[in-house]
């Protein structure tokens, strides 16, 4: 399990961001989606039942106080850790404690390796950059949303965001040409021993892959490909519901 340290730094990040959220009922909810956790299972941590946690969530109650969010955020980890910590260790891996968290819109561990080949048939998507190897595997995804981490992230935040998906496939939304993130994932790589580059890369939000993009894919060998799914709330409702056969 991670350090308690690296743990509190996640605990103060959730925290943090319902309370100064506009709408702390809504980060509530997008944080209790992101650790895959019923609100009938929430409840049970906070000794409360599932209509106090849906009513904080659709704000019908007023803002939660400072100690009900602390609960909040240390049952979310709880949880989790209970299920193995694979959403807290991946969190603590690729945000940090000065990461925006609504740059990454999603993100999972798997707890077993999946066939890439898999997941990009279940997501029905269309191959830009073929994959030279078919048994090429996955250990999870992290859902980013580009446009914002261009807005938000400091350069070396980009290097660190796009550059630590090692394993993992690695999905931007927010899209307009694919120039950008394939171009840091490509810069991320230059003077690193190892490679950390993501194992797939997959588009969302655009219809037509920029060729520079596309040489990049190619020269770095990461497989790539265009996702049809329009609407981002339905994608990432589809991502959660992927299934992992052990």
Not at 50 to 76: H, N, Q
Not at 88 to 116: K, Q, Y
Not at 181 to 197: C, D, F, K, N, W
Request: net charge neutral; glycine share 6%; charged share 25%.
């Amino acid at each position: 399990m991670e350090s308690s340290l690296n743990v509190q730094a996640l605990l103060r990040n959730i925290a943090g961001d319902i309370s100064l959220a506009e709408n702390p009922g809504r980060v509530m909810r997008k944080w209790r989606e992101q650790f895959n956790v019923s609100q009938i299972e929430l409840a049970g941590y906070l000794s409360i039942s599932p209509s106090v946690v849906s009513d904080y969530e659709s704000g019908r109650r007023k803002s939660p106080r400072v100690d009900t969010i602390r609960k909040f955020a240390e049952s979310l980890i709880a949880i989790d850790e209970k299920r193995g910590g694979h959403i807290v260790r991946a969190f603590i891996r690729l945000m940090g404690e000065e990461m925006p968290s609504d740059v990454l819109l999603d993100i999972r561990e798997f707890p077993a390796p999946v066939l890439s080949k898999h997941f990009i048939d279940y997501l029905d998507c269309e191959t830009v950059v073929e994959d030279s190897l078919p048994s090429r595997e996955i250990f999870g995804y992290t859902t980013i949303d580009s446009l914002r981490a261009i807005l938000q992230l400091a350069p070396e935040q980009m290097l660190k965001l796009y550059g630590a998906t090692p394993h993992r496939a690695a999905i931007f939304t927010n899209v307009s040409t694919g120039r950008s993130p394939m171009v840091a994932i490509r810069t991320s790589q230059i003077g690193l021993g190892t490679t950390v580059r993501p194992s797939i890369v997959i588009l969302h939000g655009l219809k037509e892959v920029d060729e520079v993009a596309r040489k990049i894919a190619e020269m770095e060998k990461i497989p790539l490909f265009l996702l049809k799914i329009e609407d981002i709330d339905v994608l990432i409702k589809t991502l959660r519901k992927f299934k992992v056969e052990m």
